[in-house]
């Protein structure tokens, strides 16, 4: 079955950086769009960013726009978030999901905590 | 790219049908039929109800219905059980080719 795992979480200074990263498996990974999403204690969901099989079709929110770069390895079956120049406001569970753009999103991962903190 | 507005909390009796709103604009609910409902039980990752405002994933029971008219779009639970006790959440495609979920509606089985 489809499973997405999610890495590379933890906690970082303001202003500083942190990659997180999502193993695929169970599916034909370099077939889909894959997202970050993310979500702050006892709040939301927020979309951060869509990648298309590609790589050719890019987008982020514009919370993130600048600071954030999604990237994907399809030999590695791996998604990866580049984070700088982290605020309070980044501190967030993040899932990895499949789909994005005009696909829904189908399978989630169980979540990463990056904790933005002095 | 503000949040889709959906109603903090609903609640109903066990066996009672429940209906969730999601409005949006011209732009996002309004523009496409990519309408998607998400359901997320405590400390856990969101699972996908309903696609495309009104189609159901394999394995998703049939107590679960979306529509939509105009920007607004609505999920419906009926014959409400416990399990169905959970935050639920919209998201829609966007005319700014990004996606947006909405605010969350927590559901309370009484």
């Known amino acids: 079955q489809a499973q997405l795992v999610e890495s590379g979480g933890g906690l970082v200074n303001p202003g500083g950086s942190l990659t997180l990263s999502c193993a695929a498996s169970?599916?034909?990974?370099?077939?889909?769009?894959m997202s970050w999403i993310r979500q702050a204690p006892g709040k939301g969901l927020e979309w951060v960013s869509y990648?298309?099989?590609?790589?050719?079709?890019?987008n982020y929110a514009d919370s993130v726009k600048g600071r954030f770069t999604i990237s994907r390895d399809n030999a590695k079956k791996s998604l990866y978030l580049q984070m700088s120049g982290l605020r309070a406001d980044d501190t967030a569970v993040y899932y990895c999901?499949?789909?994005?753009?005009?696909?829904?999103?189908?399978?989630w991962g169980q979540g990463s905590l990056v904790t933005v903190s002095s | 790219q503000s949040a889709l507005t959906q109603p903090a909390s609903v609640s109903g009796s066990p066996g009672q049908s429940i209906t969730i709103s999601c409005t949006g604009t011209?732009?996002?609910?309004?523009?496409?039929?990519?309408v998607s409902w998400y359901q997320q039980h405590p400390g856990k990752a969101p699972k996908l109800m309903i696609y495309?405002?009104?189609d159901r994933p394999s394995g998703v029971s049939d107590r679960f219905s979306g529509s939509k008219s105009g920007n607004t779009a609505s999920l419906n639970i009926s014959g409400l059980q416990p399990e169905d006790e959970a935050d639920y959440y919209c998201?829609?495609?966007?005319?700014?080719?990004?996606?947006?979920f909405g605010t969350g509606t927590k559901v309370t089985v009484l």
């Open positions: 495309d405002v009104s």
């Open positions: 998201g829609s495609y966007t005319s700014s080719k990004t996606d947006v």
């Open positions: 011209s732009s996002d609910i309004g523009l496409y039929d990519y």
């Open positions: 990648i298309s099989s590609s790589s050719y079709h890019i």
């Open positions: 999901a499949r789909g994005g753009g005009v696909t829904n999103f189908w399978v």
């Open positions: 169970g599916f034909t990974f370099s077939d889909f769009f």
